[in-house]
């Protein structure tokens, strides 16, 4: 589907912007309350204020000098007042704070790589967009965002999230479009000269408007791409099961609970494969040794990491989805899996080339 | 000054070396006032080009990095060159001593020294701008200031590296005085509540500000040396920046706010003839408001990538600094009640304040609730908020302050007439200004933006309109103030028959302050509300000539 068919953002002029995402409402439902409290208060000072020193103004004929130095009682009672309404506030806000940061399981994932000045997006299907989003409406879509520079951050107001760009490490930010349209994409956090110009938009389209643009001209599938990669760089000959495996199957990897060498366990997310390419020997899988060197000088960037990424992903779909799922999301409470290597490999540990 | 007169501090030697060698407080806080004074119209120039600019929302007055260069120069001169100095070291340097009946700080030579230092982190920081300027915004956020801004970073991190000292001097030098030189009799209950302001601002001077200073050091280290701390490419973390960054940059908002409520205690209680309501509370608030404000600087990063956890734990510390403040501002007000309310120049900047206060704190509790900040944080709310607290707040009550011991410090009066008119056109230029854009934030248009959407202009048009008005409120307090130097009443020493010591001496006080040391008999804000209940009010100027 051609992009010009996008729809045009609202330009017209408005007060309050749209909702279109399901937490929008949420979001302003405690604006709602925090904007009455607000108001609330400011009036009543404002009032109070213009009161008293008309009443009270030099020259009147008023009695003056009541109320004594302090009254306890009144003290007390402005201490537990704006006590008791923010704890309505931290509660209401850290829940629905909670509700934007936990993704829920089934969102599909969509890789953002940000840049000085310019947003990338990854499907897996093979989609590849610049500074242009398409999603499905009603669907939760999880973005995996990192930065090849500054920190960036990425935020769509008419969603009302918003979570910066690392250059370290992924971020998470997610959102359920509720609205076909099209909405403005910004970069929220100061990085640079064309700050300004690193915006962009996100078009929600129908499902099946959807499903016409994914089946659009395509590049490769990511994983795909990341397998030739894998396959370029020599890994398949220590990884992939066989005879000559000297380093942890990776099948069933992504998700898991990883026993490392020096005690505790670490979850194998997409910050712990990315570190174990750049600096294998910062997490080591227990039972075997470090011996893989850093792919660091290998991978050009970000975009070539999360094809890599894609592809160790890939490898754990195999398993039934539920599963891998539950494992995420109970990460502290299951067990601590190791998947069981293929049938016929030989424990790594044993008569290990030196 | 006419021969005739007594000797005072101003007159007591002409010489240029006099004034740059001088250790009176008195003398040092004129020092300041008048390096701030310039510093605050470098940073409003600044102000009024990116308010041009924003206008329209193609970007087409200035060049991104043009743009860039100017908010950040605002920021950084407004913060650490004005807001930082401001009531502290001109009202605080000058008053502190006379308020508790002492004859100068308790190290004369180190407030001067502070002032040395102050003047060479502003050359830096000036030459750093003149050089070409920095575009990094005051928040020198990592890696982007360590590796990919090709600006003088360094040079500019050195001015407030270097300025840090100065505030840190200041806040040794109160705390020792307030400790250890108040008169026979002043008990700390006894203290005027601008007193224990500065008190608790000082506290946070001390023990804050050397986190930034080793913090720039570190980015010092990183860009100049290539030391990896920051920058995840050399093995650093950017987020430990922003936590050092904020941990200091945090209180230092409660440095920019507390003394400037120990001003309006003062306004309040002498424009309304009456003892201040509640001073136990609102004492005790200015300390807790110092020791919550090192509890809640990660409020700065629910969006960063910290965790939800951190997120939700600095949400609800944050929360409690509403109390104190929410205090403060209902005792203000309860004061109000029942006392002789006259409206001369300084407490129209004093009301000012707890309106625009009360508003400004208001809305940092949106910035605190985790939901709602995710959806504003970095976006024009964000900046009408803290300018609420900084502008309506702070800027208001420094000259509120500058108009009330004006008197006593240069020994003449302003004129009355012109120092209300600009402190309303002040006030109605400030909302018209800064209230647009916390439409604006919840809207979306992130900050620090050269070029944004069209459909933002219409908000950002009224923005820089109140901002023309703002700006002419602020150059007309300096032509009168000026003009009333030479051609302004004579105050006599006491011309708003306050009750504070400052005012026991004359005007201008002479070089040691006090012919003998005063006794304090009793509480502070011994005001009689019905002594002038029957007077006519609003008496030009506030009271007679005395001399």
Request: net charge neutral; with cysteine.
């Amino acid at each position: 589907m051609p992009e010009t068919h996008d729809p045009p953002i609202d330009r017209s002029f408005r007060l309050f912007p749209e909702q279109a995402s399901s937490v929008a409402g949420e979001v302003d439902a405690v604006y709602f309350f925090l904007l009455a409290v607000a108001a609330f208060f400011t009036v009543l000072i404002f009032v109070l204020i213009v009161y008293f020193a008309l009443r009270y103004r030099r020259g009147a004929n008023v009695r003056r000098g009541h109320g004594g130095h302090t009254n306890y009682t009144l003290e007390v009672a402005w201490c537990l007042v704006p006590f008791g309404l923010t704890m309505v506030m931290f509660f209401w806000g850290a829940k629905v704070y909670y509700r934007i940061n936990l993704p829920p399981a089934e969102a599909a994932e969509v890789y953002v790589l940000a840049k000085q000045w310019m947003w990338k997006f990854q499907h897996p299907e093979g989609k590849r967009e610049i500074d242009r989003l398409h999603v499905p409406l009603g669907r939760p879509i999880r973005l995996k965002m990192i930065s090849e520079d500054a920190i960036h951050s990425f935020y769509v107001p008419a969603f009302r999230v918003k979570n910066d760009v690392l250059p370290s490490r992924y971020t998470t930010v997610w959102f359920e479009p509720t609205k076909p349209g099209a909405y403005h994409l910004f970069c929220a956090e100061y990085c640079g000269t064309g700050h300004s110009k690193m915006v962009g938009k996100v078009v929600v389209l129908r499902p099946a408007e959807y499903a016409d643009w994914l089946a659009g001209r395509t590049d490769e599938p990511l994983a795909e791409a990341g397998r030739r990669m894998f396959e370029g760089f020599g890994c398949h000959t220590c990884h992939d099961p066989g005879p000559s495996q000297r380093c942890p199957p990776l099948e069933g990897l992504y998700g898991s609970q990883v026993p490392l060498a020096e005690g505790g366990f670490v979850e194998a997310d997409e910050d712990y494969i990315r570190e174990s390419i750049l600096d294998p020997r910062a997490k080591v899988r227990a039972g075997y040794r470090p011996i893989m060197p850093t792919f660091e000088e290998q991978i050009d960037d970000e975009e070539q990491m999360i094809l890599l990424i894609e592809y160790i992903k890939s490898l754990s779909r195999q398993r039934p989805r539920g599963a891998q799922l539950r494992s995420m999301e109970n990460a502290d409470e299951a067990a601590p899996q190791d998947p069981l290597p293929p049938p016929g490999v030989r424990p790594p540990m044993d008569d290990m080339p030196e | 000054m006419t021969a005739g007169l007594p000797r005072n501090y101003l007159n007591a030697s002409y010489s240029v070396w006099s004034w740059f060698f001088t250790t009176d407080h008195k003398r040092i806080a004129i020092l300041y006032m008048v390096s701030i004074t310039l510093m605050f119209f470098v940073g409003g120039a600044a102000a009024v080009l990116f308010r041009l600019e924003l206008m329209t929302p193609q970007g087409d007055l200035l060049i991104a990095e043009d743009y860039n260069k100017l908010f950040t120069l605002h920021g950084v001169v407004m913060v650490f060159f004005f807001l930082i100095p401001s009531v502290p070291a001109v009202l605080g340097n000058f008053l502190l001593p006379l308020m508790i009946g002492a004859r100068d700080l308790a190290f004369p030579k180190l407030n001067l020294a502070s002032w040395y230092i102050y003047m060479i982190g502003a050359l830096f920081t000036i030459v750093s701008i003149v050089a070409g300027g920095v575009d990094t915004g005051w928040t020198f956020y990592t890696p982007l200031s360590t590796t990919y801004s090709n600006t003088h970073v360094m040079l500019m991190a050195v001015g407030i590296f270097v300025v840090g000292f100065s505030s840190v001097l200041t806040g040794l030098n109160f705390i020792v005085t307030t400790h250890t030189m108040r008169a026979p009799g002043l008990t700390w209950f006894r203290l005027p509540l601008f007193v224990w302001a500065h008190y608790a601002t000082s506290i946070i001077m001390v023990l804050g500000t050397p986190v930034i200073s080793v913090t720039l050091l570190l980015v010092a280290l990183e860009r100049g040396l290539g030391i990896g701390i920051f920058d995840p490419g050399m093995g650093g973390d950017p987020l430990l920046f922003q936590h050092l960054f904020w941990f200091y940059s945090h209180p230092a908002v409660y440095i920019m706010i507390l003394p400037g409520m120990g001003v309006v205690s003062e306004l309040i209680t002498c424009f309304s003839r009456k003892h201040v309501f509640g001073y136990e509370f609102i004492a005790f608030s200015s300390l807790a408001i110092a020791i919550l404000g090192f509890l809640v600087w990660g409020h700065h990063m629910f969006v960063s990538g910290q965790s939800l956890f951190a997120g939700l734990v600095f949400s609800f510390l944050s929360m409690f600094v509403a109390i104190p403040s929410a205090v403060k501002v209902f005792n203000w007000t309860a004061t109000l009640r029942g006392g002789s309310i006259s409206l001369e120049t300084p407490m129209l900047y004093a009301l000012g304040f707890i309106g625009l206060f009360t508003l400004g704190g208001l809305t940092g509790l949106f910035l605190a609730t985790l939901a709602v900040d995710v959806h504003v944080h970095d976006t024009y709310f964000v900046i009408a908020h803290f300018h609420y607290i900084m502008v309506g707040g702070m800027v208001m009550a420094y000259l509120g302050g500058i108009h009330f011991w004006w008197p006593k410090i240069t020994g003449r009066m302003y004129p009355e007439w012109w120092g209300r008119v600009s402190a309303v056109l002040i006030f109605f230029g400030f909302n018209l200004t800064f209230f647009p854009q916390f439409v604006l934030g919840y809207l979306g248009m992130p900050r620090r933006y050269h070029a944004y959407a069209e459909e933002f202009q219409v908000l950002n048009v009224m923005s820089s309109a109140g901002a023309s008005i703002l700006g002419a409120g602020y150059l007309i307090p300096l032509a009168y103030l000026l003009w009333s130097l030479r051609h302004g009443r004579r105050a006599g020493p006491n011309p708003w028959d306050a009750v504070g010591l400052e005012w026991q001496t004359p005007s201008p006080p002479t070089t040691h302050n006090f012919e003998r040391p005063p006794v304090v008999p009793n509480r502070p804000y011994d005001y009689d509300p019905g002594e002038h209940a029957v007077s006519s009010p609003g008496t030009p100027s506030g009271a007679p000539e005395r001399i």
